[in-house]
């Protein structure tokens, strides 16, 4: 009787054991397959992440640096032109209209200037040879070296001697082919860029100064 009770008891025993074991391993195996899951889930997220984030606001292409290294030459020289007004236009259109184009691209130069240096590339100076920049025109043979709407030496002299109406004139013809030389240029940026501040900087260009080409126009009698 006691050896078989012996027995009962054994065998109670070794089934509680193994049921204890098998709840163990169950209790692990669901543990690992959960920290398994969260792994997988959270590389999942790591990986969606950058794909839902913006693109970085400072990448910029080839294009960007051509515009602005040419822009800002192009800029230098309407300033010039402009600052020829005050002294040398009879109307008074002529000089507000000139006023208006500094006080608009002397802040612009500055800004572009400073993204040239972020990007560790070459500042043009208002003595850069306009042959030696990026995005030049040369095969159109107008303009400054090429440039889409520069004026070459010869004119921005004799716009420097006249006065009077007839500086009027001179001053609104050039400044309406530089401007659709800006244009051109900020088109082609707005089309191809990639650096957003440039690219905006561009659409202001080309919103701006159609708008000053239509007004330049109409003073000139052409509208």
Same mark, same amino acid.
């Given at each position: 009787?006691?050896?078989?009770?012996?027995?009962?008891?054994?065998?109670?025993?070794?089934?509680?054991?193994?049921? !204890? &074991?098998?709840?163990?391993?169950t209790a692990c195996g669901g543990g690992s397959d959960s920290a398994s899951s969260s792994h997988h889930t959270g590389d999942s997220a790591s990986a969606s992440a950058p794909a839902s984030a913006p693109s970085s606001a400072g990448t910029h292409n080839a294009q960007d640096v051509a515009f602005v290294q040419g822009m800002i030459p192009?800029?230098?020289q309407a300033l010039e032109m402009a600052r020829l007004a005050a002294d040398r236009a009879s109307s008074a259109q002529v000089?507000?209209?000139?006023?208006?184009?500094?006080k608009a691209q002397d802040p612009e130069i500055r800004?572009?200037?400073?993204?040239? @240096?972020?990007?560790?590339?070459?500042?043009?100076s208002s003595g850069s040879s306009m042959g030696s920049m990026p995005g030049m025109d040369h095969s &159109?043979? &107008?303009?400054m070296s090429g440039m889409s709407g520069m004026m070459d030496p010869k004119d921005m002299t004799m716009l420097e001697k006249s006065s009077g109406k007839h500086f009027? !004139?001179?001053?609104?013809?050039m400044m309406v082919q530089h401007h659709e030389g800006a244009v051109k240029m900020a088109g082609t940026e707005k089309a191809q860029g990639a650096y957003g501040p440039a !690219? &905006?900087?561009?659409?202001?260009?080309?919103?701006?100064?159609?708008?000053?080409?239509?007004?330049? @126009? @109409?003073?000139?009698?052409?509208a």
């Open positions: 009787m006691r050896n078989t009770r012996t027995s009962l008891i054994r065998r109670t025993a070794l089934a509680v054991a193994a049921l !204890t &074991s098998a709840l163990v391993l192009h800029h230098q000089k507000e209209l000139a006023a208006r184009i500094e800004t572009m200037s400073g993204w040239l @240096k972020s990007w560790n590339e070459k500042v043009p &159109s043979g &107008s303009g009027d !004139t001179m001053f609104l013809t !690219t &905006s900087m561009a659409e202001d260009i080309i919103k701006g100064q159609t708008a000053e080409i239509t007004e330049m @126009k @109409k003073l000139l009698g052409k």
